[in-house]
């Protein structure tokens, strides 16, 4: 593991809706960190956050804890970790990411002026449904979170499905037109490759994107 690469947690904020399990997304400014990108609440471990133990997984899901109330103005409870996210190398600035399902306190949410543009609770039906048309931007580890979450009817549901912690290693493959992330177990991922024909990639050369996954 890359002890120089900074580390971050993320929440998954779950609840349960009228047309079922809802998730927490954010719509961050159209400049910074993730320009425009709909995403879950979360960001950087700060110094306050590795004082109290618990290593470095510890450390991030104080983290997530802290931005959401920071980001989405709401107290989350009942945390498990969900997937451990290291992006590619060629990023400019890199984070090690800790994923945590998380359920939401019954607050208002109050989205943070000047850092989020919109908070709301969505179904991952729904978010694919906008992502499809252009009309939702997300990044892979987003994408493929909400692509799992789909499979569930309730919040209860989600949480009895979490067994190991899911470990993504992103490396990227440019294509004739737009990009695949290749993860371990793909035929093609360079450093941990399965057998010939095996899958594990979202291709994102159209939309919708294709995800892939013996």
């Known amino acids: 593991m890359d002890a120089t690469m900074r580390v971050a947690g993320t929440a998954v904020v779950l609840r349960d809706g009228a047309d079922g399990l809802e998730v927490l997304l954010l719509r961050r400014p159209a400049t910074g960190s993730f320009p425009g990108a709909w995403v879950f609440p979360g960001g950087r471990v700060d110094p306050d956050d590795e004082r109290e133990g618990g290593g470095e997984e510890g450390a991030a899901l104080r983290a997530a804890v802290r931005e959401t109330r920071e980001e989405a103005g709401i107290g989350i409870r009942d945390l498990v970790t969900l997937s451990?996210?290291?992006?590619?190398?060629?990023t400019p600035v890199r984070f090690r990411?800790?994923?945590?399902?998380?359920?939401?306190?019954?607050?208002?949410?109050?989205?943070n002026p000047g850092e989020i543009e919109e908070a709301v609770w969505?179904?991952?039906?729904?978010?694919?449904?906008?992502?499809?048309?252009?009309?939702?931007?997300?990044?892979?580890?987003?994408w493929v979170t909400l692509h799992?979450?789909?499979?569930?009817?309730?919040?209860n549901d989600a949480w009895a499905a979490v067994s190991a912690v899911a470990r993504y290693e992103t490396r990227?493959?440019?294509?004739?037109?737009?990009?695949?992330?290749l993860?371990?177990?793909?035929?093609?991922?360079?450093?941990?490759?399965?057998?010939?024909?095996a899958r594990h990639r979202l291709t994102m050369s159209d939309l919708p994107w294709v995800y892939e996954r013996d």
């Open 183 to 197: 993860w371990a177990g793909d035929e093609e991922h360079p450093d941990e490759p399965g057998a010939p024909g």
């Open 122 to 142: 969505m179904t991952p039906a729904r978010a694919f449904e906008r992502h499809a048309t252009g009309e939702l931007t997300l990044f892979p580890p987003t």
């Open 97 to 111: 990411t800790w994923f945590f399902l998380a359920r939401e306190s019954g607050e208002r949410l109050r989205p």
């Open 148 to 155: 799992a979450l789909r499979e569930h009817p309730t919040v």
């Open 172 to 181: 990227m493959q440019r294509l004739e037109r737009g990009t695949r992330a």
């Open 84 to 90: 451990r996210w290291v992006p590619p190398a060629e």
